[in-house]
């Protein structure tokens, strides 16, 4: 068990290609109150792969960081229409 962790923490570190995060920032312009963040931050966290969703209500976006081994940007942008809200991507990082 400790050597999967090690392991786990080893790809984490060394930023490999099995597991390399990326963050995206969508663009959702068709929240329209304080309570649409927190259904949309839910529906991206359950994105197998998401590690974190922060969004962002007067802005109306989204800054979603993955792992891009394990889920796309596709699946990002399905699952805020699924919730109901359309998005686009407007920047990747790296
Ligand atoms: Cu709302």
Redesign the pocket.
């Known amino acids: 068990m400790k050597s999967i962790w090690l392991s786990l923490a080893l790809v984490l570190l060394t930023g490999s290609a099995l597991a390399a995060p990326q963050t995206v920032r969508l663009s959702v312009p068709t ?6 963040p927190i ?1 949309i931050k839910k529906a991206l966290l359950q994105v197998a792969g998401v590690s974190q969703a922060q969004v962002n209500f007067e802005r109306r976006e989204a800054l979603v960081t993955f792992d891009n081994a394990r889920t796309h940007v596709d699946a990002l942008v399905r699952a805020t229409a699924g919730a109901g809200y359309p998005s686009t991507v407007t920047e990747r990082q790296p």
Request: hydrophobic fraction near 30%; charge should be negative.
């Open positions: 929240m329209d109150c304080p309570v649409c259904t």
